[in-house]
């Protein structure tokens, strides 16, 4: 059992999956196992449990610090894309009953994760968190509400030049690789407030690995005797 340290659990689940059917929803969940084999190689060393299916359209994973594991997110929506999946964030102490699978294991970041899923559902929201800090939760939450809600005006187009210029880091270069000109990159990028997004995102990584790291080490020294 680990009394003293904090997790951050993420529970996933493929959005509007009840609506698909024989070979869609078959190819879905072979395509959503693929990415997960590659995100559990790719943060292999930040990974506390693999990410591990635990049902057809359900998916948990273990992660030391919450910053990592919104990293998770952000490079699993680009590798299943256009597949959408809701998030649901808990940060907490976990109990280890032997094993090394999030299905072996329980614990309040567990119960929180769980509930922040389905708040994720009941309000239409990408990523829910859930963390013991209500003020915190509050702010973060209320970023992931306004993402949200720009992303949902995006098409597929929006989506890979907003991936394009995170990657490639200016106008000039995305609209080389599209053969297109700059100022139609610009104008297309700001008329879907990528930038912004872009900023909070950067942002909240920021904020989870300033305030979520400092107030770990300040909760271990407080322990100690």
Request: a neutral charge; hydrophobic letters at 40%; one cysteine or more.
């Amino acid at each position: 059992m680990d009394q003293e340290t904090i997790y951050t659990v993420i529970i996933g689940d493929i959005s509007r999956s009840k609506e698909l059917t024989g070979q869609s929803r078959y190819q879905t969940q072979l395509f959503l196992k693929s990415a997960i084999v590659q995100i559990n190689e790719q943060f292999g060393e930040f990974l506390e449990a693999p990410m591990t299916i635990t049902k057809g359209d359900e998916f948990q994973g273990l992660v030391s610090n919450l910053s990592r594991g919104y990293e998770i997110i952000q490079t699993l929506e680009r590798m299943v894309f256009p597949i959408r999946i809701r998030y649901g964030l808990g940060m907490g102490i976990i109990y280890r009953m032997g094993g090394v699978l999030p299905i072996e294991m329980d614990g309040p970041a567990f119960h929180k994760a769980n509930q922040a899923l389905e708040l994720a559902k009941k309000k239409k929201i990408d990523i829910w968190l859930i963390s013991g800090n209500e003020v915190i939760d509050n702010l973060v939450n209320t970023v992931f509400m306004l993402i949200t809600a720009i992303k949902s005006r995006w098409n597929e187009r929006h989506y890979k030049l907003f991936w394009s210029y995170q990657d490639l880091g200016t106008y000039r270069e995305v609209a080389a690789q599209e053969n297109v000109t700059p100022q139609a990159i610009c104008d297309i990028l700001k008329n879907i407030r990528a930038t912004q997004v872009i900023a909070a995102e950067q942002n909240l990584l920021k904020f989870f690995n300033q305030f979520f790291v400092k107030e770990m080490s300040e909760s271990e020294h407080a322990t100690q005797p």
